[in-house]
């Protein structure tokens, strides 16, 4: 049986090694969900692009242009705080031969 490592000689968890990094790691392969975006419903109230934690809502001069899925996670926040439901979210197995 191999010798465990001591307390001391494990690596701390956690840790952010490198500051600015997190725009390298595709966060969005972890949805379950996806947000599926209805031009024709939006009235660009921009209260997706306010609630989203994950910055993933496209909006230029306060129009919404559509969801960065290379980071959205599908929480679902959007959905729920679109007053026109204009953002559906839909099982990501119904996108899984598709490209983004």
């Known amino acids: 049986m191999a010798e465990l490592?001591?307390?001391?000689e494990i690596p701390i968890g956690g840790v952010i090694t490198e500051p600015g990094t997190a725009r390298k790691?595709?966060?969005g392969d972890w949805r379950v969900k996806r947000p599926i975006y209805d031009r024709s419903k939006c009235i660009?109230?921009?209260?997706?692009?306010?609630y989203c934690p994950d910055q993933a809502i496209i909006q230029e001069n306060s129009i919404m242009k559509g969801i960065d899925y290379f980071y959205c996670k599908g929480c679902g926040i959007c959905a729920n705080v679109c007053p026109k439901k204009a953002i559906e979210m839909r099982p990501e197995t119904e996108f899984?031969?598709?490209e983004e």
């Open 44 to 50: 660009d109230c921009m209260m997706c692009w306010f």
């Open 25 to 27: 790691y595709r966060t």
């Open 96 to 98: 899984a031969h598709k």
């Open 5 to 8: 490592k001591k307390w001391h």
